[in-house]
């Protein structure tokens, strides 16, 4: 057996079976959705005017745009593992990506309106 899922991704003593019997595929946010049954990021702030998603992505691409060169905005990624004979993909967008010399650096965007607690 080989590894498989070193580096970036740390999923545990990961190996590549020959037999994949089973085929799962789930997106980030179905991931999270899942994992996080209760709670919220926001803390009593959040978007109150006509068009909360507007304002989100006018808040996106203004942080994006002040990025250093090396940085890509909206990318998809996936990523395959191998668990025994289950082969999960887990795919979706993020916000940002820097790639480094010797590290990418993932980044995810909430923007919020109203005071600060």
């Given at each position: 057996?080989?590894?498989?899922?070193?580096?970036?991704?740390?999923?545990?003593?990961?190996?590549?079976?020959?037999?994949?019997?089973?085929?799962?595929?789930?997106?980030v946010r179905e991931l999270v959705q899942f994992v996080m049954l209760s709670?919220?990021?926001?803390?009593?702030?959040?978007?109150?005017?006509?068009?909360?998603?507007?304002?989100?992505?006018?808040?996106?691409?203004?942080?994006?745009?002040?990025?250093?060169?090396?940085?890509?905005?909206?990318?998809?990624?996936?990523?395959e593992c191998h668990i025994e004979e289950v082969a999960l993909t887990v795919r979706g967008r993020v916000d940002g990506i820097w790639e480094l010399e010797d590290s990418v650096l993932i980044e995810e965007i909430k923007t919020v309106s109203g005071r600060r607690p």
């Open positions: 057996m080989q590894p498989l899922c070193d580096g970036l991704f740390d999923f545990g003593k990961l190996y590549m079976s020959e037999d994949v019997q089973y085929k799962m595929a789930v997106s709670g919220s990021i926001e803390r009593g702030l959040g978007f109150v005017g006509p068009s909360p998603a507007l304002e989100g992505v006018l808040g996106h691409q203004h942080l994006q745009e002040g990025r250093p060169e090396e940085y890509k905005a909206e990318v998809y990624l996936k990523h």
